[in-house]
């Protein structure tokens, strides 16, 4: 790693003596001196590789010590000065107790790291960043953390590269500004812990070689990914306050043979709508209670109503929230052209989730939430309302309800893939019946078996309904047909005797009887429903008890 001019001895000198002096500012000619000769320098020499069981990098300590105290005492100052923090091109040691500042920690104004290179360590802690701090171009070398944070501006990391982690943990991105990380490459896992993110966040043609996590996180607004490749194990887990994560152009690549998992678990929020589904399906109260007593001060002047009262007061409290008073609108996630096999969703609420062209036939379920019809026959993806909206056709919902019927036929949930099955054929119906020109005799055919398929069969997903036709016709219809095609005095006659009743059963077990001359063409119809309704109520029983 070759980076910047060589440092001479004279240079070194001439630093030693700057830290050591009392001088608190130096000429401007010094200070371009300071940065292109030192701040920019090749720093190859300032540690050292050591093999062991746990190969790491052993700095030297006494040069990144002087390195620090001339950033302290001379950029910090010039930067106040200048209304801007200028680290433009800088090659960073590592940060290993040593930091921007002597003892408040606070960027008064913007901060630009653009072209620079991180080499050793970064520890961000603690730190008040009150406008925006840019990082473009940037190539971080060793394990990057940003600890109990808070950024007032713009973030925003550009055309970067981290070779190790990435960490961010309980740190507040500003209601003011976004978060963007765009064309960066990430070698190692990605995680935002117990962080806040209170205005809109993007992520943009970035790679993760590795994992990534979102864990335990307020999300105020929007969260997007687009254009990004993944190739880790990504996990967005306990994200509260009614996130909405929106998925672009996503995809994994294909030589790792799709292996990675996307998992969305326990997915919670706090705003109050009234919407389908009580609070109390997605968090217990103690759950709440347990995570509200870790957020940070700010967070308990958020929500003193619940942090201030005994343990056993705020349960109660609670219980009163969840089971009567309030309904919450579940997580909204839109999913568009990626390919979610080998994902994992456990206990997500889907009713809201939208899934533009993604391929979600090898995608797990577990003990998932989904929108129902009216009548609760079917599966009703969130799509549907935008067929209302003439947004998008029939086609698209036809192959997704497909893909969710495959997928719990796979882990056999009989009854949700009847369901999905159900929406299916509803759409395939919907769609031939806006496409087929009414005039046609084949397309009359066509849609005349389908709804004989539907309102008769279910669809073959409910054995009730044929066998309800089949009694009907059976013992009611039919006999009064055949009663009613004779005249009064044999009506009464074979009332008596039940021959019509006769006749229907006859019919309706196909006993091929040759007595009933005079009604051989009904007597043939009503075999041939019979049929159909006994083979639909066959094949619907089946399903049931597969």
């Known amino acids: 790693m070759n980076l910047g001019k060589e440092i001479t001895e004279a240079t070194f000198e001439w630093v030693e003596k700057l830290a050591s002096s009392n001088d608190v500012k130096i000429s401007d000619e010094d200070f371009k001196k300071l940065e292109n000769d030192y701040f920019r320098g090749n720093k190859n020499n300032w540690f050292s590789e050591i093999e062991d069981d746990e190969p790491y990098i052993d700095w030297d300590k006494e040069k990144c010590k002087i390195f620090w105290e001339l950033i302290r005492k001379y950029c910090m100052p010039r930067g106040e000065e200048l209304g801007v923090y200028l680290f433009s091109g800088y090659i960073f040691p590592s940060f290993d107790g040593f930091n921007f500042f002597s003892f408040e920690k ?47 501006g713009k973030l925003t990391f550009k055309e970067s590269f981290f070779k190790d982690k990435l960490e961010f943990e309980e740190n507040i991105f500003s209601n003011n500004k976004t978060v963007l990380f765009r064309n960066v490459q990430f070698e190692k896992a990605v995680g935002f812990y117990k962080s806040e993110f209170l205005n809109e966040t993007a992520f943009k043609d970035c790679v993760f070689h590795n994992d990534f996590l979102l864990l335990d996180s307020i999300i105020s607004k929007k969260m997007f990914f687009i254009d990004i490749e993944f190739e880790g194990n990504n996990s967005f887990i306990n994200l509260v306050e009614n996130p909405q994560l929106i998925f672009d152009n996503c995809y994994k690549k294909i030589d790792i043979n799709l292996v990675s998992d996307i998992i969305y678990s326990e997915v919670k929020m706090l705003k109050q709508s009234y919407y389908n589904y009580s609070y109390k399906n997605v968090l217990s ?42 309904r919450i609108k579940n997580i909204d996630i839109y999913f568009k052209g990626i390919n979610l096999n080998n994902s994992i969703f456990r206990r997500m609420d889907m009713s809201n989730s939208k899934f533009y062209d993604t391929f979600f036939y090898k995608t797990i379920f577990e003990k998932c939430t989904w929108g129902l019809s009216n009548r609760g026959s079917r599966i009703k993806l969130y799509e549907e309302n935008d067929i209302i909206n003439k947004k998008r056709g029939f ?24 369901k999905a099955y159900y929406s299916e054929m509803e759409m395939r119906f919907l769609r031939y019946k806006k496409e087929y020109k009414l005039s046609s005799v084949k397309s009359n055919i066509v849609l005349l078996l389908f709804w004989i ?43 008596s005797n039940g021959k019509p009743f006769q006749m229907s059963i006859d019919a309706t077990v196909a006993f091929y009887s040759f007595e009933y001359e005079n009604h051989w063409g009904l007597y043939r119809i009503q075999s041939f429903i019979s049929v159909i309704l006994i083979t639909f109520f066959i094949l619907a029983l089946r399903k049931r008890f597969k």
């Not at 055949?482 to 009506?491: A, M, N, P, R, V």
């Open 453 to 495: 398929y539907k309102f008769f069969g279910g669809y073959l997903q409910s054995y009730v309904r044929p066998f309800f036709f089949l009694i009907l016709s059976t013992f009611i219809i039919f006999p009064i047909i055949y009663g009613w095609s004779d005249t009064l005095k044999e009506i009464i006659l074979n009332l």
């Open 285 to 326: 109260p103690e759950g709440f209670i347990n995570y509200y007593e870790k957020l940070s001060y700010k967070n308990e002047q958020k929500y003193p109503h619940f942090l201030k009262k005994s343990y056993k007061d705020r349960n109660k409290i609670l219980k009163k929230f969840f089971l009567k008073e309030h």
């Open 106 to 152: 606070e960027f008064k104004y913007r901060v630009d790291f653009s072209d620079s290179y991180f080499l050793g360590g970064i520890f961000i802690a603690y730190t008040l960043f009150k406008s925006d701090v840019l990082i473009n171009n940037c190539k971080f070398y060793s394990n990057s953390f940003f600890l109990k944070s808070e950024f007032e």
């Open 395 to 418: 086609l698209p919902l036809e192959e997704q309800y497909r893909q969710l019927k495959k997928n719990f036929e796979d882990s056999k949930d009989w009854e949700l893939s009847s």
